[in-house]
């Protein structure tokens, strides 16, 4: 399957983003999706995660009641939802799908840069 991430920019503390993801090429419904970020000199870390069917969600403790991961099978994409954003929410962040809850994401998007200024 082929991602491809959008909806990065540039948004002042305390505003909103809200990123896409565009899956092709393979049964997205039957894909666990995520959503990882990577800052500038750090790891790439977990952000949020959606079951293929959407029934089950989970975050990171960072984002837990900021952010909010939604999918659309009818239309292959899945969304993140970023309000109240922090200067450190800055990152590239990616899509990334696998199949089942366990095991790790084979598929990735090239990456969406999230700007948040003080």
């Known amino acids: 399957v082929q991602l491809q991430a959008s909806g990065g920019g540039l948004v002042q503390a305390g505003g909103s983003l809200r990123l896409s993801c565009a899956a092709s090429g393979g049964t997205f419904s039957a894909y666990v999706m995520g959503w990882f970020r990577q800052a500038p000199g750090k790891e790439r870390e977990f952000v949020a995660r959606?079951?293929?069917?959407?029934?089950?969600?989970m975050y990171a403790d960072s984002v837990k009641g900021r952010f909010t991961i939604s999918r659309d099978n009818a239309k292959n994409t899945v969304s993140l939802q970023m309000n109240s954003l922090k200067p450190e929410d800055t990152a590239v962040y990616y899509c990334?799908?696998?199949?089942?809850?366990?095991?790790?994401?084979?598929?990735w998007g090239q990456g969406t840069l999230v700007t948040v200024s003080s």
């Open positions: 990334a799908a696998k199949r089942g809850v366990a095991g790790s994401y084979n598929y």
């Open positions: 959606i079951t293929s069917t959407g029934g089950i969600t």
